[in-house]
């Protein structure tokens, strides 16, 4: 699943669309709500985890490409970036939840080999799948500076 922003009064091609899909997007959006928190609300945060169509207003946009930037400039988004890995990579592996530790999955076909786990029993956490990076908080903040407001479809 992908998530395409939409600027609704763009100022320029860098605020007419932003595309992200899934993996990338809830990082970034999670980012944004935390660094954003006395501009963004709860309602945006979890609303902006669908592809509904959730409106952000030019003056919130731009509140929130200049907070990032303000970020990105002090380094603080590089430091979250290594922070996040950090821990990502320090988790332990789970139990497949595909298998349920067995290695074979049966609701595909009988004694089929965990193509989540590879037959290990095991597998990375979902949440090591979702990456975030300075070059895509970049982009946002271009996309957000020129958007004049956003919807997340």
């Not at 970034?28 to 959730?54: P, Q, R, S, V």
């Not at 922070?83 to 139990?95: S, T």
């Not at 095991?122 to 020129?146: H, L, Q, S």
Request: net charge neutral; hydrophobic share 30%.
């Amino acid at each position: 699943m992908g998530f395409d922003i939409i600027g609704k009064k763009a100022r320029n091609r860098k605020g007419e669309y932003f595309r992200s899909n899934g993996w990338w997007w809830r990082p970034l959006w999670k980012y944004a709500y935390e660094a954003c928190n006395d501009i963004l609300t709860e309602k945006d945060l979890e609303n902006g985890g669908f592809n509904d169509g959730h409106f952000i207003d030019s003056d919130k946009a731009t509140r929130i490409a200049v907070r990032l930037e303000h970020l990105l400039n002090q380094g603080e988004v590089k430091k979250y970036a290594e922070e996040r890995q950090g821990k990502l990579d320090n988790m332990p592996d789970e139990v497949c939840d595909f298998c349920h530790g067995t290695g074979e999955r049966n609701d595909i076909a009988p004694k089929q080999k965990c193509n989540r786990c590879k037959g290990q029993g095991k597998a990375r956490p979902w949440i090591c799948y979702y990456p975030f990076d300075e070059e895509n908080v970049k982009e946002f903040i271009e996309f957000c500076k020129n958007s004049g407001g956003f919807e997340i479809w």
